[in-house]
Structure formats: C-alpha cells, structure tokens
C-alpha cells in the first residue's frame, strides 16, 4: 500500500507523502518486538523517503545520480491548455518517456510544466490517455508533472532556469552546475519575440536576460534548446555564439510551425511536425545517440520538415559537433528495447494560428445538435470577424504611429529583425493586455510583426500609447 502511494504521479503532495510516512511509522510499531537497530533502520529509511519525495525524488531514482561528475538536466514545458491544442502536451510526455524510459535521464533531474487539462479532459474518449502518434501508445502514464494549471507561467519557468527557490508545486528547480548539461524543450504557440504560456508570455527581453545571468552564474556547461512555437526564429537570433548555448527551433523568426497527424476519432493535432520529426529521428538510431551530432541531427530534421524552416543560433563551433546523446542521455548498447518502427507525419497539416478555427468548423460540421451548431456557428463568425478586426487596428495603430498611409503599407510588408526587445516587449504587452491574447485568438500571431516593425523605427512609448487608443474596443 505504501510502495502505491510513493509511486502515485501526484506523489509529491503534501497528504500523499504524510500518509506514506504514516504508513511506515505505522510498519514499525507493529514490529516493535524486533531487535532496536532494525527499528532504527526503518525509521531511517521511512524518513529518507519521505523527504526525497518531498524534493521530487522518485525513490528507484536515487542511486541514479553520480555525485562526482556533470549530469544532465532538462526542462520540459507545454505552454497551452485546452483540447484544441492537444499535442502540445502530447509533444511533452513523448519526450518526457524518450528521455527517462528509453534513454536513462534520472526523473529527479527533469522538471515538467504542463497545464495537464488534456488526459482527464470530457472530449478525451479514452480517460486518461495521451497518445502522439496514430494508434500509438500512452504517454501520460508514468510522467512526473512538477507545475501544472496556473503554476505554469513565464515567471516561474524563469526562476526554475535560474535555480530559485519554488514555493508552488513540487518545489523542483534546476541544480545544475558549471559541470552540468541542460536541454531544454519548449512546445507552445508564438509570436514575434514571444511564446505562449497559458495566460501570459515569455518575451524574448526577459529569456535574453536570464540566459545571460545563467551564464554568469556558471549555471552549466553547455545548454541545448529544442523550441517548437511559430516565430521561433524570433526568440534566439541574436543569441550570442560565445555562452555555450545552441537553439533549435521549429521555424525561422518569420514564419509559423506546423500541426501534424490528425486524429478523425479525437479530431486533434496529435503533434507538431518539427517535434515529431527530430523526435523520430532520435528514435531511429536508439540506442546510439552517440552516433550522431547536433549539427547531423539538425541537417536531418531540417529536410524532414518540409513546412516550416528549422533554424539553429548560438554556439555552431563546439555544442554543434557533440553527439546528442550529450545532452538526451546515452542509454547505451545493452538497451532492452528497439529502435522505434519509422513513422511519417500524415499529409494533413495545418499552420498553428490556424488550428483552433479549423477545429471549430470541424465540429460544427460533425455536430447533430442544433443549439450546439447555432453556438458554433456563431464562435465562428467571432474569431473571422476579429480576425479581419485585428488587421484594421494594426493599421489604424501604424498609421497613428507613422502618420502616413504609405508607410503603414511599408511597416506591413514582412516581419523584421527585432532590433529593440526591450520596446517589443512594452508594445506586445500593451497589445495582449488590451486588445487580444495569443492564447484564446491565437490567429493574431500572423499580424504582430506589424508592432515589431515599428519598434524599429520609432519609440516604444508613441506606439504603446497608439495600441491604447485603439485598443479600447
């Protein structure tokens, strides 16, 4: 009953690990005859495992870890909630069971963020359940959610990156070191200089800047980021090549990524085309991950995803020529189970901001019931009208801003470089918090680059003040 307890995925609430110990102290009494030291011992061992729980520390983890040597950590994060956008999650806990099942990370040294609305979710027909590929198997089962629903936010992920005390969840936190590796795997929605969390965003002013102190600090020793968001380009462009970091990302700064593989049953995305494909790829040469480099990795994937351009930034000299297996685990050549069966992603794809539309229509179009019809029909023709809204006042704001309708054409030609990220972040806040979030009209992502162009060329507080007064709608 106790070993149940322990091994439960929410084992590291506070009643889950009290009634564990109770269980123990309980064992002990009942066998208070025995001789002394066995009593001693036990009460050790119940109150190491209690406290390990308490830190996030799966017990069959804890002779995992080498004490003397560099490790390797990774940070896990799906940004968004709701049905719609299943497979950001189900991106998340394929990587999470590809990393610890298949290529030994220890559980202690991953700290997963996700919203976790989607396995128990009413539309789930199968409870409990997460699958990322067409009849594939669970992989829900067995992960370790350390922040989940409103724990999950830009703020907290940064302070978990700069290994800061948590007060919410399981109180998991990077403890890396100067010896360390980190891997980072980011799925969401984005936009220019900004990813999605489930009612926020992360700007890239504040990733910069935390990726910076996390350097200063000796926080690793080298740092890998897989990102998969529209505009993800955006975020790591100007990255600089000498901090020992390496970007991944699904898409150049832009451009949106892609949904893949769509379920008729579930009537979801089941994943994003870039994860899928560089995690495939990982699959296929399981167990050598030694056997190919980041740079061999990044070729291979890139000509695999055919709707999006994958780009890389940062360190291209040395993380570039290290096997991936430095930084996802070596599981090593005695691995018991085989490479994965290849898998294609299926000729259906849609561009992210479009996918929640697309959805809409899909089950106005299945549905038999009138009244559910009538209040699709008419969610529908909200996010088309708004859709066409959002572009007259991006308009409007540049034209407020520029003064002349020829510029206003000029500023909305195609994205820039985001030369001022400070001032982005001042105007993308302003345009969230009073007009439209990315998370509920996720289609604005095809626009924002309209603010971002005009961040370099006029001040941030002209044109935070223009979003005011158009945004008041």
Not at 452 to 469: F, H, Q, R, W
Request: glycine share 6%; hydrophobic share 35%; proline share 4%.
């Amino acid at each position: 009953r106790c070993r149940l307890i322990l091994t439960s995925k929410q084992w590291y609430q506070r009643r889950v690990r009290g009634h564990f110990l109770s269980c123990c102290l309980s064992f002990v009494h009942k066998h208070q005859k025995k001789e002394d030291m066995l009593r001693a011992t036990l009460i050790a061992v119940c109150f190491l495992l209690a406290v390990q729980g308490y830190h996030g520390h799966p017990v069959e983890d804890l002779l995992e870890q080498p004490k003397n040597e560099g490790q390797i950590w990774a940070v896990i994060v799906a940004g968004s909630n709701h049905w719609y956008n299943y497979r950001h999650q189900s991106d998340a806990c394929h990587l999470y069971q590809l990393l610890t099942k298949k290529n030994g990370i220890p559980r202690q040294n991953i700290i997963t963020m996700m919203y976790d609305d989607i396995a128990f979710n009413k539309k789930n027909p199968r409870q409990g359940v997460i699958i990322n590929a067409l009849h594939g198997e669970d992989v829900y089962e067995g992960v370790m959610i350390d922040y989940m629903g409103r724990d999950v936010t830009p703020q907290n992920f940064l302070d978990i990156l700069m290994g800061k005390t948590m007060k919410v969840g399981s109180g998991k936190t990077l403890a890396s070191g100067p010896d360390d590796i980190v891997f980072v795997n980011f799925v969401d929605h984005g936009g220019p200089g900004a990813l999605g969390f489930p009612s926020d965003e992360l700007h890239v002013a504040d990733l910069t800047k935390t990726l910076e102190d996390m350097y200063t600090d000796k926080r690793y020793k080298q740092m890998l980021w897989y990102v998969e968001a529209c505009y993800s380009g955006s975020m790591f462009n100007k990255l600089s090549p000498n901090m020992n970091i390496t970007a991944h990302t699904a898409s150049n700064q832009k451009e949106s990524s892609y949904a893949c593989v769509f379920d008729e049953e579930l009537h979801v995305y089941l994943g994003d085309c870039w994860s899928l494909n560089w995690m495939n790829n990982t699959e296929q040469i399981f167990p050598n991950l030694d056997s190919e480099t980041v740079e061999q990795q990044y070729e291979i994937v890139k000509k695999m995803t055919n709707e999006s351009h994958a780009s890389i930034f940062g360190d291209l000299t040395y993380i570039y020529k290290e096997p991936i297996s430095v930084f996802m685990g070596n599981p090593g050549k005695k691995a018991a189970s085989e490479p994965a069966p290849a898998r294609t992603c299926s000729e259906k794809t849609t561009a992210t901001p479009d996918v929640m539309l697309e959805y809409l229509k899909k089950m106005r179009d299945m549905s038999n019931d009138m009244e559910e019809s009538d209040r699709l029909d008419q969610e529908i023709r909200y996010h088309t009208f708004t859709e066409g809204k959002v572009q007259e006042i991006l308009e409007q704001i540049s034209h407020q801003v520029t003064g002349s309708w020829d510029m206003v054409e000029v500023f909305s030609r195609h994205p820039e470089t985001i030369e001022h990220p400070g001032c982005n972040k001042d105007v993308l806040s302003a345009f969230f918090s009073q007009c439209y979030k990315m998370q509920t009209h996720p289609y604005i992502t095809k626009y924002l680059y309209r603010l971002t162009n005009l961040c370099n060329a006029y001040n941030g507080e002209k044109i935070v003040s223009a979003v005011n007064d158009n945004c008041n709608h």
